[in-house]
């Protein structure tokens, strides 16, 4: 079950290597079609301190986003023009400027999606919504983090597993990278008994169910003991040494992770390995 079809978030040029570093390779590897999308925002009608329209400061602004613009295709294409890979550059105008918003579209006709993780010292004025980009999208996302060396093929795998939708879609999505890694380990954390299976049995149907596809799975079961569920995810992660990390997105509400925070968006804030997200 091949990635067929790829689509880069690119949303600076600093993007520009970090995601190709990852989709590269992988786009070689499976044959694939790779789309790059980058977006700039529309010029906005400032106006002078009398009310009249700044035709100066619109223009530069016009501009700069021009060259910006240019600058992340050139960068684009001296990295994917030598590679031998199928590629297209799809390039974007939106009130945000947001090559994560704009690309929602083209993901939605992809296989998995690769993005970026925001750097915390970047000094972007617009960081691509990764958020908005999980939740619309409809397809996996694999975020490239921000602080961990960048590959293309993941060997440990974790898969943070509590049996729902969003849980089961994200750990199918990843089904092509479980084959080929070569071990997986299914972390349930605080399983709650249930009149189809005891605490005992969780994760293990799901391993079953992956290793009839020649998947080398384990399955861990842990107790949070006060910890957050996103510190004991993070701690198996470098407990186990995993590379790639797969959850389902967003099992609570966007707007109520947004305000408040969550597992999905302390994970997606940790930076220290890929992880691969699905809704």
Same mark, same amino acid.
């Given at each position: 079950?091949?990635?067929?079809?790829?689509?880069?978030?690119?949303?600076?040029?600093?993007?520009?290597?970090?995601?190709?570093?990852?989709?590269?390779?992988?786009?070689?590897?499976? /044959?694939?079609?790779?789309? &790059?999308?980058?977006?700039?925002?529309?010029?906005?009608?400032?106006?002078?301190?009398? &009310?009249?329209?700044?035709?100066?400061?619109?223009?530069?602004?016009?501009?700069?986003?021009?060259?910006?613009?240019?600058?992340?295709q050139k960068a684009?294409?001296?990295?994917?023009?030598?590679?031998?890979?199928?590629?297209?550059?799809?390039?974007? /105008?939106?009130?945000? &400027?947001?090559s994560a918003l704009?690309?929602?579209?083209?993901?939605?006709?992809?296989?998995?999606?690769?993005?970026?993780?925001?750097?915390?010292?970047?000094?972007?004025?617009?960081?691509?919504?990764i958020d908005s980009?999980?939740?619309?999208?409809?397809?996996?996302?694999?975020?490239?983090?921000?602080?961990?060396?960048?590959?293309?093929?993941?060997?440990?795998?974790?898969?943070?597993?509590?049996?729902?939708?969003?849980?089961?879609?994200?750990?199918?999505?990843?089904?092509?990278?479980?084959?080929?890694?070569?071990?997986?380990?299914?972390?349930?954390?605080?399983?709650?008994?249930?009149?189809?299976?005891?605490?005992?049995?969780?994760?293990?149907?799901?391993?079953?169910?992956?290793?009839?596809?020649?998947?080398? %799975?384990?399955?861990? %079961?842990?107790?949070?003991?006060?910890?957050?569920?996103?510190?004991?995810?993070?701690?198996?992660?470098?407990?186990?040494?995993?590379?790639?990390?797969?959850?389902?997105?967003?099992?609570?509400?966007?707007?109520?992770?947004?305000?408040?925070? &969550?597992?999905?968006?302390?994970?997606?804030?940790?930076?220290?390995?890929?992880?691969?997200?699905?809704?």
């Amino acid at each position: 079950m091949p990635f067929k079809t790829i689509v880069a978030i690119i949303q600076s040029e600093r993007d520009v290597s970090r995601v190709l570093d990852v989709a590269i390779p992988f786009a070689d590897r499976h /044959e694939s079609h790779l789309i &790059g999308v980058h977006a700039e925002a529309l010029a906005m009608p400032y106006t002078t301190a009398v &009310g009249f329209p700044d035709t100066e400061f619109i223009q530069a602004n016009a501009d700069l986003c021009k060259e910006r613009a240019e600058k992340v295709q050139k960068a684009f294409l001296s990295r994917i023009e030598t590679s031998g890979v199928s590629f297209e550059w799809r390039s974007f /105008e939106s009130f945000s &400027g947001d090559s994560a918003l704009s690309g929602v579209e083209s993901a939605r006709c992809a296989d998995i999606v690769i993005v970026a993780q925001a750097s915390p010292d970047a000094k972007d004025s617009v960081a691509a919504d990764i958020d908005s980009l999980i939740y619309e999208a409809g397809r996996p996302v694999l975020v490239v983090p921000h602080a961990a060396p960048l590959i293309s093929t993941f060997r440990r795998i974790l898969i943070a597993w509590n049996g729902s939708r969003e849980a089961t879609r994200a750990a199918f999505d990843a089904l092509p990278f479980i084959i080929e890694a070569d071990a997986t380990e299914i972390l349930v954390i605080d399983p709650v008994e249930t009149a189809a299976q005891s605490m005992d049995a969780a994760g293990a149907e799901i391993a079953s169910a992956f290793a009839r596809h020649g998947a080398k %799975v384990s399955v861990s %079961v842990q107790e949070s003991r006060g910890h957050t569920v996103d510190a004991v995810i993070h701690n198996k992660v470098v407990e186990t040494g995993a590379d790639l990390l797969v959850m389902g997105a967003y099992s609570h509400s966007w707007i109520r992770e947004f305000l408040f925070g &969550g597992v999905t968006r302390n994970v997606l804030q940790a930076g220290d390995t890929a992880i691969l997200l699905s809704r």
